[in-house]
């Protein structure tokens, strides 16, 4: 009765071990392999691959296509006296996953600290605001292996209370 037993667990571990191992990248995306004991990163292209349970795992799921990060934040710079609140959303996209891999999980953060960085001490009008924004931030992310497509950020003075 225990070698069933034991044969079903076996079978059903291996099952597992098997279904852990195909991986199925869809288009448009690029998965970062990381195998233990290495440093540098394989990268997986779409399609179905074959990877080794418990030694390799997948480190990040960057996708090609386009990105947004949606702003909505309060300006306390020191260029003007009075609050302003920014919002709208900057559009960007990775050109080079191999170089992305390395700040993927901060790109974020890193767009938003460099664009209100950069508002400060930018041209008080939206178009020209917006394009300084694009060339800052491209300067930035560019050699990330990321670029900025498209900056679509409005200025406005911040309410100090709203009435109902």
Known sequence: MIIPITIL??????????????????????????????????????????????????????????????????????ASST???VRGAVYWQVLEPQRADAVIEHVDELIRTCAL??????????????AMLKQTLNAELRERGMLVTRVDLHLAEAQAGTTA
């Open 117 to 130: 960085q950069a508002l400060d001490m930018g041209p008080h009008e939206n178009h020209a605001r917006n």
């Open 83 to 85: 609050p302003r609140s």
């Open 9 to 78: 667990c076996l079978l059903g571990l291996a099952s597992l071990l098997i279904a852990a191992s195909v991986k199925r990248i869809p288009e448009g995306h690029v998965y970062t392999l990381r195998r233990w004991g290495r440093p540098q990163p394989r990268m997986l292209l779409p399609g179905v691959h074959l990877i080794v349970p418990l030694i390799e795992r997948i480190a990040h799921k960057i996708s090609l296509g386009g990105n947004t990060l949606r702003l909505d934040e309060q300006l306390s710079g020191h």
